[in-house]
């Protein structure tokens, strides 16, 4: 059984850190991609980051120079580090896995079969 377990998120100011963890268990990680993702209410579930091989990564616009997205296999977990946070990073976070052909689209989430139980971020100005 596949389970992807969140813990991290929460509050903070314009202009601070907060840090995301997701556990995963029950799947050969070899082959997966790992992803985070965000979704804010009435807006479509957004790409953040992601990563293949613990090694090659790809971000989304609004993650680029700030997120940094880190695999540690030996702990099965995922990482997504947020700096320099905005009001409109505020939204639901979700770490996901999948096999994908290619990276051609990485961050469409209709690539993902297995999902985190999402983690709340709010970030106030």
């Known amino acids: 059984q596949v389970q992807l377990v969140q813990s991290g998120g929460g509050s903070a100011q314009a202009g601070g850190s907060l840090s995301l963890s997701c556990r995963f268990s029950?799947?050969?990680?070899?082959?997966?991609?790992m992803a985070w993702f965000r979704q804010s209410p009435g807006k479509e579930r957004e790409g953040v980051a992601a990563i293949y091989a613990a090694d090659a990564t790809y971000y989304g616009d609004s993650a680029k120079g700030r997120f940094t997205i880190a695999q540690d296999n030996s702990k099965n977990t995922l990482y997504l580090q947020m700096n320099r946070l905005k009001p409109e990073d505020t939204a639901m976070y979700y770490c996901?896995?999948?096999?994908?052909?290619?990276?051609?689209?990485?961050?469409?989430?209709?690539?993902?079969?297995?999902w985190g139980q999402g983690t709340q971020v709010t970030v106030s100005s």
């Open positions: 029950g799947l050969i990680i070899s082959g997966y991609y």
């Open positions: 996901a896995a999948g096999l994908l052909p290619d990276t051609a689209s990485i961050l469409a989430p209709h690539h993902y079969t297995y």
